[in-house]
């Protein structure tokens, strides 16, 4: 049903009432609990990422390697397209682990594996957590090298409608004369998800204790061809609230391959007073390019926008989600590898 997020191709009741109607000879209902949905359903991919780069003397990146370890994010079921199960799990992980930027010699290395809970489709698939990943990692780079984040990101494209996005956003946001200090930051990130191109720019506070709330963010998206203008900020405004939620408050407890969340209090989502103070929109886009979609693109640089932002807060880089700066240690790696 509409707004299921994911949960189109798992029909998990419904196979269930199936089954007891015909063992019984007579309709049932099939009801989950909130503990059943948690614990049954399929979760999010989890995905660990080993990337390094090459530069040359002026600090333009020359070569990229990266090596990505994830699960599946397709449910189990017929394969469309003529594809076999490998195609698939490849093409839904690998969004966008190529990165959209000039990078010179570029290897890219996808490991799916099952991980050890039941995995499916999250909005924007493997999209969201390597594009964390890379725009982590080209702001830590901009960083060594002492360039500003976006002027770096800048050096490495071509690409006229990247560069408007990133632009806009920057002048939008004030980006060159904000206030920075007393735990205040600012970060960018941005993509290009299936024909959409996304800047955004989060800013944040991090207080003495560690806890990182999301104050502002400003996005520039360039979608072609706006139909409707006031739907399509609400997607924006929405896809913002959405992966502010996972990447600051979102982590689901388990053990051993057993999810123990039993309700909202042990996986708590975002409420309406962790909502940002204002979340600016600007479409970059003509009225020539034929439209792209809105449904998925802006929640993919929301995580490495608020990540970078805390870094330029506190210098804590963030290389794990959700944010914990009060952790007293990593949490240790490498479920999705096999």
Sequence with gaps: MSGGFGRHGS????????????AVGRPVLVQWSRADELRGAPNRAQMDACIEAAL???????AWRSEVWTN??????????????????AMMAGRNAIPAYDLGATEVQLHVAPGKVRTGALRSLGASPNVFAIESFIDELAREVGVDPIEYRLRHTRDARLRRVLETVGDRSGW?????????????ACALYRATYVAEVAEVSVDAEGNVRLERVWCAVDAGHIVHPDGARSQVEEAVQMAASWTLIEELPARDGEVLAASWKDYPIARCTDAPRSIDVAFTGDD???????GEPPVVPVAPAIANAVFDACGTRVRRLPIRLRAAAPATPGDPRP
């Design 288 to 294: 020539r390019t034929p439209s792209s979609g809105l």
């Design 56 to 62: 040359d003397a002026s600090g333009r990146i020359v």
């Design 176 to 188: 060159k004369v904000a206030q920075r200090g007393n735990g205040r930051g600012m970060g960018v």
């Design 72 to 89: 599946p994010y397709a449910y189990n079921g017929p394969v469309r397209h003529g594809w076999d199960p490998a195609q698939r799990d």
């Design 11 to 22: 029909s998990d009741a419904a196979i269930e009432a199936a089954r007891l109607s015909k």
